[in-house]
């Protein structure tokens, strides 16, 4: 069976991973889109962005911040970021609605740069780094994983071809946020609906 204090009865009655049941933003995050799969260009650059954003930080940050980035990188288009030059770095850099690290904004601007020049695409490149399902659910966090070998060969393979900020752990929670590993644990109502 789950450990107990891995997966948390919500004030709804579901059963969640406990992260997912700490705050109401993660609730909705858990159920709506964490673990689901994810796939177009543009999409997984996103989360790919904000994975690299969040290193360092709450994911929670990141999330609650999600609309400001949004507007502030046009929506996460590809093709609209890989334009962006020095004066939409100082634009960025003075925009308190995200988070404004000049690292962070150089790199997303040069990721764009490279996934709007890949043959293949993104969301082709990535995909094609996701694991076979597991045989079973994690019973506990303790099984979960930080990194695997497929993190870490999409870190190398990125890293080979110019992206910047995605290491094997952060490429790792990008699997897990685009349903290319799928960790609710057992009994989550997310994983007991099928829904991955």
């Not at 609209?80 to 962070?104: H, M, Q």
């Not at 740069?113 to 399902?133: F, I, K, M, Q, T």
């Not at 071809?161 to 960790?183: I, K, S």
Request: with cysteine; hydrophobic share 45%; proline share 6%.
């Amino acid at each position: 069976m789950y450990a107990v204090t891995d997966l948390v009865i919500g004030a709804d009655g579901l059963p969640r991973c406990a992260w997912g049941a700490s705050t109401p933003d993660y609730a909705v995050y858990h159920d709506r889109e964490w673990g689901r799969p994810l796939h177009g260009d543009d999409a997984l650059y996103e989360r790919m962005t904000l994975e690299a954003f969040q290193s360092g930080l709450s994911w929670l940050t990141i999330l609650r911040k999600r609309p400001a980035f949004r507007l502030a990188f046009d929506e996460f288009r590809i093709e609209k970021v890989a334009g962006y030059g020095e004066a939409d770095v100082t634009r960025l850099l003075a925009d308190a609605g995200i988070v404004r690290n000049r690292s962070k904004i150089e790199a997303a601007i040069a990721n764009a740069r490279v996934a709007l020049d890949l043959p293949e695409g993104l969301s082709a490149l990535l995909w094609s780094y996701a694991p076979p399902p597991r045989a079973a659910r994690p019973e506990s966090f303790a099984q979960v994983p930080a990194l695997s070998p497929e993190s870490t060969a999409l870190a190398k393979a990125l890293k080979k071809r110019g992206f910047r900020f995605v290491g094997p752990t952060t490429a790792y929670a990008l699997m897990q946020a685009t349903g290319m590993v799928d960790d609710h644990l057992a009994g989550c109502h997310v994983a007991t609906a099928g829904q991955a």
